[in-house]
Each structure stands twice: as structure tokens, then as C-alpha cells.
DNA sequence: CAGTGGTCTAGACCACGCG
DNA sequence: GCGTGGTCTAGACCACTGT
């Protein structure tokens, strides 16, 4: 099954693909100019541009305006662990991790209403939190609870992202069911501009449902991931006699 | 944050993106050809089809060489369901799903070698099950199951896809633990022509590993699945006293 | 200011699908 | 053969980044 490229640009992405992941071109570096690598592979710059618009969609090249393309630092390497009110983050090196934790006050709304059963225009808490990695992106979140909720497990004064991303949310009430719904897509504008990421990249979504023994949802979730550096990892746990097959 | 659209492209998409939400435009229709188009909209049939490609990969279109730029008829019906041994694959209507299945003697390699836990060159069987319904694509699973446990599971001759996609896979020796890890990206040029989908539309992979009570693992999965089609649900029980709560 | 990428133009030729 | 999209060219102008 050998690959036959036809077309240039998919051509000139290989060379490139090759170069960046056999380290000839490190991460971070920066490429020669798209004038300059036109000439080199010979072709006009809106070709050149098609070839590292591939690069782009795989994560492997970032384009920054006025600077340059640069070969992607870091790749692959938070993970998202389902089953977990928290926001279940871990990165490798935690190292230089700024977090944004925006608290807001709304009424529920269109999808929300139906995600935490809900009546139309009840008071929830919106939780808006946005961690960055240096300089490139690494998750946005937006985790809304019913205001009842939110007093009444204490939440209210002690939403420090530490415990966002480390603790469970709601401590009191322990849930039992974790609905984690997961889809690819590409960024709306305004995420891929809060992730700083380009638009060409998909994103991971993954809408967190969590409910309580009886039955409330106590908190629902919009996470999104930028897909070149995302990897969600759900785990489960079968006992011997199983007696849940539902169709 | 009203959305101020600086390029012609995006205008042109949010044009187009209206039209075809709002009805104007129906499912499977054509649009007009891209030099009508640009026509239209007094642009040159580059800068069209930046347009065309912003939809495309968001879904909306469909481009057939040859015939024309098409609304793309289904969107959003599958749903993975995670936890499950089968392919966990539920289709709203399962009209007209083409199922082929393909099974394949080979030797652990690579990857596998580590999913699996078993020693390079070790036999396995390989499962290639690819599914169409209708002309769009539906999913792609590469399933391999060690050699010794196919036979012990008495799974060799009775692969048909009606027990791949609804019965459990290895029925014999329960599974305890399965851990999957989803990720999205764009499909490799083999996923795009195998599943007949764009190659701007980036793709839900999932990686599937079965374990049973004695934490070998039974089964190791590739699972590819267009990205504007697929919703994977993934469900945690939580009992009352939980004690993982590991960093 | 110079250099860079972002966007766009107005053509060209080729490969595919269909009559 | 004809119309379609797929690819490519050789420029142009603008916006952004740094000096």
C-alpha cells in the first residue's frame, strides 16, 4: 500500500513531516520564510500554503502572523480521565500552568434547561475557567450548577481552580452517574480565539452530565479540548454478575 | 461579542450556513456550481471555495468531484456507547448499513505489542470491520484478539458483523476492565478514502483494550469514526464509599 | 521601516462523472 | 464532449510583528 502523492502540497507536507518528526527541524524552530520555501520546492506560495495548512490541521506547525511558522512545541500530552466531577485534568509537566476561573450568575437556557432538567430562566452558576499552557492552549471549561446546589454544598466562596482541577466539585452530595458525551468537531471562532488555537485544528468536546443518587443533575459541563493535544481516557469497570445490557 | 466577519470566505460560509440551516437549502441538494457561485458572490473561485471548504469541514457540504457541492444529507445520527465489548454502535434508523468484514491471521507488531501485552510476532487475529450506510461513511474498526483466545473463545467462525455490532465479543471469560482512549484528529489518506469522508473532517479515533479478572488483555481495538457523525457516550457508576482518587 | 503571514485575484490545466 | 471540482500559478494588497 504505497502512498502516491499526487499533488504537491501533499508532497512537499511529507518532506516537511519527515523533517519535523525526525528532529532535522526541532520544536519551536521556526521555518523559513513561505516565500523562501516556495522557491525551494519550486511552487508558487499559495501551494506552499496549502502544505502547511496540512501540517497546521495535524498539529504539527503553528502559524503566527508576522512571525513566522513554527514547528509545534509541545504535542500529545494532557489527558482528560472521564468519571470525575473534577475537571480531571493531568499534564505531564504542570509546570507553567495559568488557570482563569471566571464565577457568573445566569438563568438557564435553551440546551441548558434540558442538560440539568431544569425549568427555563431558573438561577444556575456558571463556572467559566480557562487554563493556558505558556503560550499555547490547553482547555476551556464551562461548568454550570443549580443555584440551589451551589449554597448548599458550600461551593460558593471556595471555587479556587485548584480545586477545579484537582477535588471533586460538589463533596457533599456524592454523584453516582457520570454522563460524559464526547464529539470532534471544529472550533466555534470564539474558542479557537480563547484556546489560541487555529481553526483548522478540531476540537474535543465533551459535555459532562453528573447526577446525584436521586436522580438531580448536579452539574453539567462543556469542555473543550484542542485536539492535537487531548487524549480522554474512560475506564470501566465490569463486575462478575452484570445486570445492566440495556439496548 | 457580536461576530465581525473580516474575510470574504467566512461571510460567504455564514451565507451559505444559513441558508442551509434555515431549510433553503435541503439535504442532498446541489448547490450551485462554484463558478455560479462565485459569480454571485462577485469573488474569484479560489477564495469560493475557502468558503466551501470552511463547511466542509464543519459537515454542512459534501464535494463529489465531477458533480458538484452537495448538502450533506445525514448529520449527527451515530452514537458509541462506551463500557462494551460489541461495537457499541446504536444508528437511528439502521436502514441500509453495509457491513464488511474481514479477518486476518497476522503477528503483533508495533503498537499492538504493547496494548496487548504479548510479545512481538506473537499470532493474532486481526477483525477489519468497516460499515457504510448508504453512500456516507458510517464507522471502521480494527479489532485483534490474541490467537489463543480466539479459538478458547470459540469466536473464529462465527464473526458475523450482527454479533460485532450487538453481541459481546469474547462471551466466555468476562471482561473487567475496559479502557478507552478517544482522541480526535485528521483520518490518515487510508481512514478518508476507506471511509469515504473528507479528509478536512477530522475523525473520532478511539483505542479499546479489554482486560479480564486476571488482567490479561482479550482484546485491543482501533475505532475510527467520521467526526461530524459520531457522539460517543461514555456512563460512570459512582457507589457511595469511592476510594480511587488518585492524582 | 522591512519582513512576515492573511487574503484575494484572474486566469490555467488536469481528472473525474455523465450523457 | 462537456461541465464539474482538483490543483496550480504569479502575481497583488493588507495586517501584523519586530526593529
Redesign the pocket.
Same mark, same amino acid.
Given at each position: 500500500m504505497t502512498e502516491f502523492v499526487?499533488?504537491?502540497?501533499?508532497?512537499i507536507a511529507d518532506d516537511l513531516r519527515r523533517r519535523i518528526t525526525a528532529g532535522h527541524l526541532k520544536p519551536g524552530e521556526?521555518?523559513?520564510?513561505?516565500?523562501?520555501?516556495?522557491c525551494q520546492y519550486?511552487?508558487?506560495?499559495?501551494?506552499?500554503?496549502?502544505a502547511?495548512a496540512v501540517l497546521e490541521r495535524e498539529g504539527l506547525v503553528q !502559524?503566527?502572523?508576522? !512571525?513566522?511558522?513554527f514547528v509545534r512545541r509541545r504535542f500529545r500530552k494532557i489527558t482528560y480521565v472521564g468519571g470525575r466531577t473534577s475537571l480531571g485534568l493531568s499534564t505531564a509537566a504542570d509546570t507553567a500552568l495559568r488557570v482563569t476561573v471566571r464565577k457568573t450568575e445566569i438563568r438557564a437556557h435553551g440546551h441548558l434547561t434540558k442538560l440539568l432538567g431544569v425549568l427555563d430562566g431558573s438561577p444556575l452558576t456558571e463556572y467559566f475557567c480557562l487554563s493556558l499552557e505558556g503560550e499555547t492552549s490547553h482547555s476551556l471549561a464551562r461548568v454550570y450548577v443549580p443555584r440551589d446546589l451551589t449554597s448548599a454544598a458550600g461551593l460558593a466562596g471556595e471555587c479556587t481552580f485548584e480545586g477545579m482541577v484537582t477535588g471533586p466539585t460538589v463533596p457533599t452530595s456524592p454523584p453516582v452517574e457520570i454522563r460524559e458525551t464526547v464529539c470532534a468537531r471544529p472550533p466555534t471562532p470564539d474558542e479557537a480565539s480563547t484556546l489560541r488555537t487555529s481553526s483548522a485544528i478540531a476540537v474535543l468536546a465533551i459535555t459532562r452530565v453528573v447526577a446525584d443518587s436521586a436522580g438531580r443533575v448536579v452539574e453539567a459541563a462543556h469542555l473543550v479540548f484542542p485536539g492535537d493535544r487531548i487524549d480522554a481516557i474512560f475506564t470501566t469497570h465490569h463486575v462478575i454478575n452484570e445486570r445492566r445490557v440495556q439496548g
Open positions: 499526487s499533488s504537491r502540497r501533499h508532497a521556526r521555518l523559513s520564510s513561505e516565500a523562501e520555501l516556495a519550486m511552487v508558487s506560495t499559495p501551494t506552499l500554503r496549502g502547511l !502559524k503566527i502572523q508576522g !512571525k513566522g511558522n
